[in-house]
């Protein structure tokens, strides 16, 4: 066989291979604008896509939208319906004219590029524990500055930068009956476990969880009648302030490792195949 002939068999062989299937947070990640139809939620918080999605205003009377650069700040009705509600009652609190808002989704949901596993359906936001003083940060500024952690010696305890605001605007959250839970890392959990004096039956809501120190993430329940969305399991019942506990007790004195513990696995990749068979739609629309 000649070498032109080999050549061009080899090329045939590797034209008849089957493209590599494109990871759903590729073909997502690309979406620059939401999809046409009514909206909704699609699938679970870490495994789904949104239609119709609606974009938070860069610029709100008691809100900004921060790394606009993302294309991130878009959510369910229901979400930037909270939002707003939130941030008006942040800007009650001495100091705070609003609220920073992080991440919410992408335009269609789906898995992101960089990031989260979850934020995936339009029902989950970041709001950042950096006090809104200012309205009027332009787009450049909303890049560069941060919001810093209030966290201290691992997570176990807050800083001084920990404010009665703080607990304020949380217990606002939980409240609020669209809100299923809250993620905040365990120092705080413990600090508002400590200084709440009244009902505690919105302590529930908020859950210890690694790297929330400068930001806290507010995640929705399905809306009603959204019968593809599947709802997180409820908390455990109670104020979760025991638990809270065990995490900073855990911080503090780490458990011995176990020897026989099986060695964690990577992550699969999430294929469009993984997502509800809508999300295709989603994508096509």
């Given amino acids: 066989m000649t070498l032109f002939r080999a050549l061009c068999v080899a090329a045939a062989m590797l034209a008849a291979l089957p493209a590599p299937a494109q990871t759903a947070k590729e073909l997502f990640g690309r979406e620059m604008r939401p999809g046409g139809g009514a909206p909704e939620p699609l699938g679970t918080y870490a495994r789904g896509c949104l239609d119709g999605a609606v974009q938070l205003p860069e610029t709100g009377p008691t809100w900004q939208a921060m790394r ?11 979400l930037i319906a909270f939002l707003e509600r939130l941030s008006r009652d942040a800007a009650a609190q001495p100091g705070w004219s609003g609220l920073y808002i992080g991440d919410l989704s992408q335009p269609r949901g789906g898995p992101m590029l960089t990031g989260h596993a979850s934020h995936q359906i339009g029902l989950d936001a970041d709001i950042w524990l950096r006090p809104a003083d200012r309205l009027d940060l332009s787009r450049a500024q909303r890049e560069e500055i941060g919001s810093p952690s209030l966290a201290r ?9 920990w404010t009665p605001q703080h607990h304020a605007i949380l217990r606002a959250a939980a409240q609020d009956p669209d809100v299923a839970r809250i993620f905040i890392f365990p120092g705080a959990k413990v600090a508002m476990c400590d200084a709440e004096t009244g009902d505690r039956a919105w302590l529930r809501k908020v859950r210890p969880w690694w790297g929330h120190d400068s930001h806290f993430h507010v995640r929705l329940r399905c809306p009603p009648g959204a019968g593809i969305c599947e709802d997180q399991d409820p908390p455990p019942p109670g104020d979760g302030c025991d638990d809270a506990r065990q995490w900073v ?37």
């Fill in 249 to 285: 007790a855990d911080i503090l004195n780490p458990p011995p490792a176990d020897p026989n513990a099986p060695a964690p696995q990577p992550r699969r990749e999430i294929l469009l195949a993984d997502l509800p068979q809508r999300c295709t739609a989603v994508l096509q629309r």
């Fill in 68 to 78: 606009l650069s993302r294309n991130r700040n878009w959510g369910h009705p229901d």
């Fill in 153 to 161: 010696t691992r997570g176990a305890y807050t800083t001084d930068g």
